[in-house]
Nanobody
Framework: EVQLVESGGGLVQPGGSLRLSCAAS????????MSWVRQAPGKGLEWVSL????????YYAESMKGRFTISRDNAKSTLYLQMNSLKSEDTAVYYC???????????WGKGTLVTVSS
């Protein structure tokens, strides 16, 4: 039973910070690249960030560089996304996803809602 459970979303003011978590189970977490993907209201899916399974290399969409930090704790099978300097345009449902090959997204969580508003 593969499970990815996101948490940490909520309401935050512009310029604020949130830390999202994704708890994984049912597969070999250490062998999978992990990604964050988001979907703003009325819009399509947008890739946010990826961290590799082997070296912990990280990649970010251009609009997130310098503001977001992806990390993973393999001992806890947990993925994180630290979000700073949040903007209203960051409002979205944030999903975590797992893929055995970077670029693949074989498993998805249900998402956690982040709302950035004053």
């Amino acid at each position: 039973e593969v499970q990815l459970v996101e948490s940490g979303g909520g309401l935050v003011q512009p310029g604020g910070s949130l830390r999202l978590s994704c708890a994984a189970s049912g597969f070999t977490f250490n062998d999978y690249a992990m990604s964050w993907v988001r979907q703003a209201p009325g819009k399509g899916l947008e890739w946010v960030s990826l961290i590799s399974w082997n070296r912990g290399d990280t990649y970010y969409a251009e609009s997130m560089k310098g503001r977001f930090t992806i990390s993973r704790d393999n001992a806890k099978s947990t993925l994180y996304l630290q979000m700073n300097s949040l903007k209203s345009e960051d409002t979205a449902v944030y999903y975590c996803a797992a893929g055995v090959v970077a670029g693949d997204m074989d498993y998805w969580g249900k998402g956690t809602l982040v709302t950035v508003s004053s």
